[in-house]
């Protein structure tokens, strides 16, 4: 299943994870749980059960959400970039348009400055956004630098939480690079408009005329070549809206200084400006708007494909049956038996010609913790996570051969949902070393994207209590050594509060 979110969407699922981290798991898995309920009695589909969870969530919100942020400041920087970029193009066409009645307007000069210049960044401009396509994000650090600087200044909690989401070089912080050249796309856009535009109204408003002038022996032949083929797209037009001046009309607005203007013909002159509009629309604002569609569609792929690792993980637990669920007359979840800890063979214990259960959940444990935990608050760890008692147990080491096995093992096996859910219990006080990292990779890796991995850290053992809630610092060491694993996500809950 694959949610696609856009990047005000992505922020405040971020902006609420990082709420349920500090919550109690039991706690979390029970409102997402009502919320499964209740959106299930108003009738809403399974593959919709994300979006009802983050639209509940926002309502309930006190705080200013970073979507409302990100939008507010989105809004303004767009229409700052459109209304600066329709400006300085009107100023520059009104700069070259400058006409006293003693010399024609050049028309080499208007295309070196108002036509070749926008054709040139066009090229660029599609150079980088297919080679940003491609996932080469370099080059950004200064954008993204300068927008942490600016959310930096902000008081409000959501300036502070975007400006440390934009920290590094995940989705959030490409999503961000691609809207900003879709905004670049947009003051291209319409700085040629407010080209067009003052070209037209001076046009319109102001007796102009055009000429041309060169030093060098081109002639009125090689100019109607030039001409001509910079009218080819539009050629197909009737000749009578005058799309390119003719040979005869190149050659009678030709500008010879030490002849002046006098000699020259008034339709010859005013021939030039079809087709000067027409480089224009074609040349700069058609291109731009290809590259702004494209620019939008590319972004709009890149949310599309996402699929944000906890998505699953909501829909998980807004799907799990409940266990006390006096009110609601659910069925609780088939669970294999754990009361004597013996879950390992479990499913192959299952007597021939039995439909096998489908596992909620699998549990790994060191096996210097066998016979330390009761079956019975081992189930209640699974529940605790995922809302599934553990449907089999295994005594492994974290290294890669042990892992190894646990994956021969559980292939082939039916799950609940058709999600494979691991939960990994690991003594925190222990410091996380390079095989342990290495073994947690090799338990999240999954192309499908169909697993989910979730650690479960146990402090110091307290008597015969073996499940004791970790210290901050413990916790923090395995936090800050599992991020080094990034992209692969993994869930830590601590195992006194699970």
Known sequence: MKHGLRLGDYLDLEWFLDQDRHADSSQTLERDRQLGLAAASDGIPANRFFSYWLAQRRAGEKEVLPS?????????????????????????????????????????VFLLVAVVPQI?????????????????????????????????????????????????????????????????????????????????????????????????????????????MLALPWSWMPASWGGAPSLAQIEGSRIVLKEGISTLVNADLAAWWPFLGFCLLVYAVVPRCILLAFADRRLRNMERVFMHPDVRRIVDRMSVPRLDSGM?????????????????????????????????????????????????DLAQLGRSVYGYAPGRVFWTDLEQDGISDVLKACSGLSWEGDHERYAVLVEGWQPPIRENLLALKQLGQDARQNRTLS????????????????????????????ERLDPLHIEIFGAGAA
Not at 88 to 99: F, K, P, Q, T
Not at 148 to 160: E, Q, V
Not at 341 to 353: I, K, Q, S
Not at 455 to 482: C, F, H, M, Y
């Open 68 to 108: 409302a942020l990100l939008r507010t400041v989105r809004t303004l920087t767009r229409w700052a970039v459109a209304a600066l970029c329709l400006g300085s193009g009107i100023s520059m066409i009104r700069a070259l348009l400058l006409y006293s009645g003693v010399e024609p307007i050049n028309i080499s």
């Open 120 to 228: 040139l960044l066009c090229v660029a401009a599609l150079v980088v956004l297919g080679i940003k396509s491609r996932g080469d994000w370099s080059g950004f650090s200064l954008l993204f630098s300068c927008v942490r600087a600016w959310l930096g200044r902000g008081r409000s909690k959501a300036a502070g939480f975007m400006s440390t989401m934009l920290s590094g070089r995940g989705w959030a912080a490409r999503m961000l690079a691609m809207d900003c050249l879709a905004c670049m796309q947009l003051g291209g856009l319409c700085f040629a408009l407010g080209c067009l535009t003052g070209f037209l109204l001076s046009v319109a408003v102001t007796d102009l005329a055009f000429g041309w002038q060169s030093t060098l022996q081109v002639g009125a032949q090689g100019m109607h070549a030039l001409v001509s």
């Open 328 to 376: 609601t007359k659910e069925a609780p979840p088939a669970t294999l038996p754990l009361d004597e800890l013996d879950a390992h063979n479990a499913v192959e214990n299952v007597p021939a010609g039995h439909d096998r259960p489908r596992l909620g959940c699998v549990l790994l444990l060191p096996p210097e913790l066998m016979d330390r935990i009761a079956g019975r």
């Open 455 to 482: 650690l479960i850290l146990a402090g110091r053992p307290s008597g015969d209590n073996w499940l004791t809630a970790p210290t901050q610092i413990e916790r923090k060491a395995w936090i800050e050594a599992v």
